[in-house]
């Protein structure tokens, strides 16, 4: 499978700094940024969705927005926390967006990182209960298959035909990935039929690199893929910080960043986070050509400094595009037409 490449955006805003002063200009920045990533020639805009923060939270107005607005690139998220989700609306809110966009979404769903607030789930109506996430996402994976999820109403009493959600979007049933946290997280994603999304860290450590550990993620989803005997061919995406510097403010905001792994404590766990790349552009295509698991995956998600604005953010992505991507295989996609 040929080589993708997508932007992570957690659209963050701040009163104080950057670019991006206020949730408006998170949003309408983010639709912007999609459309000249598609001129460039990206293969993908994705989200990531936070509670509680100054910082994207509610996919579905905003990958409609973008679906509109674009006509080639994938949208999508990594990920959507689904304890905070009701599965049935957001599948009616799935399709629509998948409908406006002709068929682009690619959903990543998962139980989500630690959110600032205590109990957050609970206060939005739902349990705390650790399964519930695998739940909802089943309920929610059974809804937009077109499975009749509720009884029909038959004078007050319920009958024996199951009503299916409404609208339906065809295809959308194999566009969701589950975001992986472990290599057993990934064997569970394989053996359920999900495409595959694995972020800048792992809640776990072997004392290998990490791009050698998410590269045995990769591997152990495949084989618990090819096991379960799913039909189709899977998908599978990992994120990376490429931060190429080819100016003076490059070199100031980022020239400091340390190009190691880390490791440390988070979510009850030893874990390890994945190195940045930052330096200049060459050096960078070559150590990021040699990356295990941007060689094991077909899909390549470059999270961005979203605070610095819509044309800071679209020429990195072109200097990515055009100095760095193709050292791993990749080609731009090609530019749409202009609007008429």
């Known amino acids: 499978m040929a080589k993708k490449i997508g932007f992570l955006s957690f659209g963050a805003w701040h009163p104080g700094g950057g670019l991006t002063h206020t949730g408006a200009d998170a949003l309408r920045q983010t639709v912007e940024l999609a459309v000249a990533a598609e001129e460039i020639g990206i293969d993908g805009a994705f989200v990531r969705v936070h509670h509680f923060a100054r910082q994207l939270a509610s996919p579905f107005p905003l990958l409609a927005a ?17 304890r905070y989700e009701n599965p049935l609306y957001m599948a009616e809110t799935a399709a629509a967006a998948d409908l406006l966009a002709g068929g682009r979404l690619q959903l990543g769903v998962s139980r989500g990182s630690p959110e600032p607030a205590w109990h957050g789930a609970e206060a939005f109506g739902y349990s705390l209960d650790p399964g519930e996430a695998r739940e909802k996402t089943a309920l929610f994976r059974s809804a937009i298959a077109g499975t009749g999820v509720v009884p029909a109403d038959m004078g007050g009493q319920p009958g024996d035909a199951k009503l299916p959600i409404q609208p339906q979007s065809p295809g959308l049933a194999d566009r969701i990935w589950w975001g992986s946290g472990t290599r057993a997280s990934a064997v569970w994603a394989g053996e359920q039929g999900m495409n595959l999304m694995s972020s800048t860290l792992l809640l776990e450590d072997t004392q ?39 100016s003076d403010l490059d070199r100031r905001l980022f020239g400091g960043d340390a190009n190691e792994d880390q490791v440390g404590w988070l979510d009850g766990a030893i874990s390890r986070f994945g190195r940045s790349y930052t330096g200049e552009p060459d050096r960078i295509a070559e150590e990021f050509a040699g990356d295990a698991a941007v060689q094991a995956a077909d899909t390549i998600l470059l999270t961005v400094p979203s605070q610095l604005g819509v044309d800071y953010n679209a020429t990195m992505l072109e200097t990515i595009a055009r100095e760095i991507a193709p050292g791993i295989g990749w080609s731009p996609m090609t530019a749409p037409a202009p609007a008429r």
């Open 208 to 246: 290998v690199p990490f791009d050698q550990l998410q590269a045995e993620q990769i591997a152990l989803f495949r084989e618990a893929w090819s096991k379960a005997g799913h039909a189709r061919e899977p998908r599978v995406s990992v994120s990376r910080s490429v931060i190429p510097i080819t």
């Open 66 to 82: 973008i679906g509109v607005k674009t006509s080639q690139i994938e949208i999508g998220t990594g990920v959507i926390d689904m």
